[in-house]
């Protein structure tokens, strides 16, 4: 199915109001989905856009419907709010929209008062040779830094980033500006309030719930005291 004129600007509308629901219903922070095969991504990728019209071919074509969405969900989104831009940073290995092309997007949104990228990979159907990079711990983080760098703009890592030492390494090394966790959340619900004990010691008992946090320091010093005996 082919979106005509009026579909798009259907689109931008839907768009529009989803993000004043978005505010009115309280949430802090909005993320614009442009990754992981999803429509904004389908027509960033040269893999899935095969339109002829202005919003396809080149580079400004293709970005042109995302950007347009973008500077509509800025306009209702508060101000002081921030707003963030899921992209998959590359399709896959030597094919598709590519970390340059990222790049140049990402300098786009900045420019149109996008707060972050969150930086992804893949999403589209490729030919087994041409995966997107393989998986192996903080295998995307890569992108986040090569697009804070050369963009100049605040970006989020995400994918395989387990451990809370990795994790701040991300941060003190300059290659993102925040994290992003999502099956080692899963995994341990209590992962942020854990890590913060890891990295500050027991300053961090202060970030667990008021309810565990007086049975789980005094369980603490308990097991110090039988683990020193
Ligand atoms: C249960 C679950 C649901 C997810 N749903 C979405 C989604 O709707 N949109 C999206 O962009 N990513 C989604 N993801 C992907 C995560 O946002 C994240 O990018 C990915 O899992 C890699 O990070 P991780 O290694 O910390 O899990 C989902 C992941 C999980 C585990």
Redesign the pocket.
């Known amino acids: 199915m082919r979106l005509d004129e009026s579909d798009l600007e259907l689109l931008v509308e839907d768009y529009r109001r989803a993000t004043r629901l978005a505010h009115v219903a309280g949430f802090d922070v909005l993320e614009l989905?442009c990754?992981?095969g999803y429509l904004l991504h389908s027509f960033l990728s040269p893999l899935t856009n095969s339109r002829d019209d202005a919003y396809g071919g080149s580079f400004a074509n293709r970005t042109r419907f995302p950007l347009r969405i973008v500077a509509a969900v800025r306009s209702e989104w508060p101000v002081e709010k921030p707003l963030f831009v899921?992209i998959s940073a590359v399709d896959g290995v030597d094919i598709g929209w590519s970390l340059e092309d990222s790049i140049a997007f990402a300098r786009q949104l900045a420019a149109r008062g996008v707060d972050a990228v969150d930086c992804?990979s893949g999403g589209m159907k490729l030919p087994r040779d041409k995966q997107v990079v393989s998986r192996t711990l903080g295998f995307q983080v890569p992108f986040a830094a090569s697009i804070r760098k050369e963009a100049g703009i605040a970006t989020v890592a995400?994918?395989?980033?387990?451990e809370p030492k990795q994790a701040e390494t991300v941060i003190s090394s300059g290659a993102a500006d925040l994290v992003?966790?999502?099956?080692?959340?899963?995994f341990n619900p209590n992962w942020a309030a854990q890590a913060a004990l890891e990295l500050t010691g027991k300053d961090g008992w202060r970030l667990w719930p008021d309810p565990f946090r007086w049975w789980l320091e005094r369980r603490a010093r308990t097991l110090e005291k039988l683990r020193g005996e």
Do not use: C, E, T, Y
């Not at 995400?158 to 387990?162: A, P, R, S, T």
């Not at 992003?180 to 899963?186: D, I, P, V």
């Open positions: 989905h990754a992981h899921r992804s995400v994918g395989l980033i387990v992003a966790l999502a099956r080692q959340a899963l």
